[in-house]
């Protein structure tokens, strides 16, 4: 894939080029929201998880609290800078329209993320992981014990340090699954029900669909939605096996196939 | 698998450097056909597509119209610009044809989806999960109710824009699929049935062979690729599971495994 | 994958700009089997054949007829020209052997297929679909109707252009499964006997082990490893599903489980 | 993937041109353990080994002794050589501790191995295939007759030349399964007893978590790694199939399925 996606890279080079440059999206830093965005659809494309223009992010910038997205029905892995949306985060309005490009149908649901839960960054995937345990599971997808979950935040705080702190081996990670709707900005409703019932999640798989994640950095949400995504296929193959992905440490010997 | 293609590129970039340069096919521009359908083949080779010299890709220049075809039996991810046949649209002759090089047997078929759907690109693949979901389907593919399905064309137009309008989530993708036949030229007969019987389909699946994908733009005939690719992924995975891919939402429980 | 690698090429690269430079392993020349061997494994590497020092890869020159052997032992995705055996094709003597390294276990397997078939070209790997399949299977591996088998050899050649024939796509690929051995040196009585009984054979599957592959040319034994590994894993896929790899065309539907 | 990295790859190179380096950690050598270890992290991320700040690696400097150690909760495939953490062997001690960072929870583990089996590096994945194998074995994992195990050292030395000897095709390998706690560090009790009463092993799987894997040299450690994570994704699969991976050969046929 790598070959592909350099042609890619060497045409945004003759953009780079250019006169003509925008400061809200050229950027030399590789951390620049408009750069990591490109970056990050490349590597989510070569994950399977954002193929055939689905899916979709948004970064805050850290410093300018500036909103950046992606736009609509775009082949994310060949992405650039200056096709990004910029949104004001107080006014809610569009400070950059790229030409010829339609808002992506996810701007409703990062923004209920940006709100809601103070996200610095959301990550939206159609990873299959996601879509097959939206079909096995009901209202919640639920594992337990299992080491990688300790990556994801209990929602709970350090009360000396005011830390993040995460969930422990023995705990049971819950996240919401939402019923699919026709238009992805209907989701809303759905995703702010979730966000009310579930105050400590940091993801909402939507059934059918694939999942949002956020987190408090960019780093995190990143974090979050590979640990995430991990899980959710150790639970498929879990499944597979006929062991309940939340069972108690040895519980899964009842259900292993013996010889 | 980066290097390896590296090494390959290394081999095109002397080629590049000879003064005997053919406009038809050698220009600067990544976009050009003759440089697309080279980077294309080194992505679909590196999602297992076109392993082994199986598959091919043919792209019409968007200004000449002219029709641009990987040979016949060359190892596709390897492929340069200079190997490259290229086709008069009207007379549907021959205007470059390298030396040393047979014809691809899929011309045919391609030539019945730029005639009869005039596609602007037509793709076809050895997809293992198209191949499977031959075995399991018997005359036409089906899944509906998945998210992904909304990056195919219904055949609608919008009365007022003359766009495309694609299927909404709670639709059926239905894909033909025809019989494979000894030559690959005679498939021509199946899939011209199929293309009349199925008007307003994207893509037709070749039993215990493959696929064929075309679209109006290249753009949108490699999107097709990559959802229908997913979906039929996916198709197989829920069909392990005990699942009909086209069941109707909720009822994927009746049919999954409880513990 | 890529950066690691790159890494590994960095050191190869000083090392070609060293002054004493043996031109039976050093070229400029891409397609050189001192280059084209290190090509290679990178992608062998990449597709989980040749992991952990496992597999191996042999190449005849195609001018001077010297055999090219990768020493035993080392990781294959960072080996280097200057690591090559270099072997006389008439006298079977070693005129390279690198200091400080062990000639491959499998030079007595690659000069069987080197003598009773004339390969110009034998790839050895630990492919788990062969793996696989080999358990399944009893004495040989076979599959029929699919379309990739038709990059495959049938053995005959074209009466006037003395070209190979091809199976076609109705025909049942045969390989051969022969029992793996303590040393990888004793497989070659049961390779000899499986080249005798199976003559028109271009592989043979050793069992719990993976695959030896030839071909008349590089190109062609690597587009047979491709191919064959593709089907392989087509087997092992069909085998869960419960349908014989070799079954009729819609014979398949009787295995198939229906909701 | 390479893309994403490539960026990251940027980034260090603005830090390579700065005029202040620490010897300890900056050396154009790619085999320096600061630079491999950023190297080796980014193949294991692409191998899903290491995602989401999971997993990591330490490796013991082959001329000075000094022991180099990824530090706590960062991106492994991001990690740059001025992160790392280095220890003075003999008073394990911090001769190096990167500003605004935590040492590794894994440390404690790296140092067991380290003192008692005289490790040159240790390598600790959340490999899916070691939490699956930890789901259906139950205080061993057992595996028996597959070429791969050849690459593994059955803790025997050759009388005459005091080299490894390694496990042959006909024997069994094991590795101990050790009950996963709530702390990493806590692990270290449970890794002792298995290091005590697994004498020849080279690894030590985790239950629900993933696995230790070390070696007298890093070459030796990382494909170490590299085979028992193939032996663990066939062992899998072979249990997939019914068949016990450690069953004689031929017994297989008993468990497969007819059709």
């Known amino acids: 894939m790598a070959l592909y996606l350099d042609g890619c890279q060497c045409a945004s080079k003759q953009v780079d080029d250019s006169t003509n440059k925008d400061p809200l999206v050229h950027s030399k830093d590789p951390k620049h929201p408009a750069n990591i965005i490109c970056q990050l659809c490349r590597l989510f ?3 399977n998880w954002i193929t055939g223009t689905g899916g979709g992010i948004s970064v805050k910038h850290p410093l300018t609290g500036h909103i950046y997205i992606a736009p609509s029905g775009v ?22 329209t790229p030409e010829g490009y339609k808002p992506s149908a996810c701007t409703p649901l990062f923004m209920s993320c940006y709100r809601q839960r103070n996200a610095a960054a959301v990550i939206h995937t159609h990873s299959q992981h996601a879509v097959m345990c939206s079909l096995f599971f009901d209202k919640v997808f639920e594992i337990a014990n299992i080491e990688q979950i300790k990556a994801l935040p209990s929602g709970q705080k350090d009360p000396v340090t005011g830390k993040d702190i995460n969930l422990s081996f023995f705990d049971t990670l819950h996240i919401p699954i939402i019923e699919n709707t026709a238009h992805e900005e209907d989701l809303t409703d759905g995703l702010n029900e979730a966000l009310a019932a579930y105050p400590n999640a940091t993801a909402v798989i939507v059934r059918r669909h ?6 408090p950095t960019l780093d995190k ?23 309940p992905p939340a069972c108690a440490i040895g519980e899964e010997k009842k259900y292993v196939k013996t010889y």
Chains 1, 2, 3, 4 share one sequence.
């Open 45 to 47: 494309y070569s994950n």
């Open 221 to 243: 949400a990143k974090v979050y939605n590979e640990a995430i995504d991990y899980l959710l296929e150790l639970a498929t193959k879990m499944h597979q096996l006929g062991i």
């Open 75 to 96: 082949q994310k892995e060949q992405l650039q800078p200056e096709e990004m949306f910029v949104m004001d985060p107080k006014t809610e309005d569009y400070i950059r």
């Open 210 to 215: 694939g999942m949002y994640v956020w987190g």
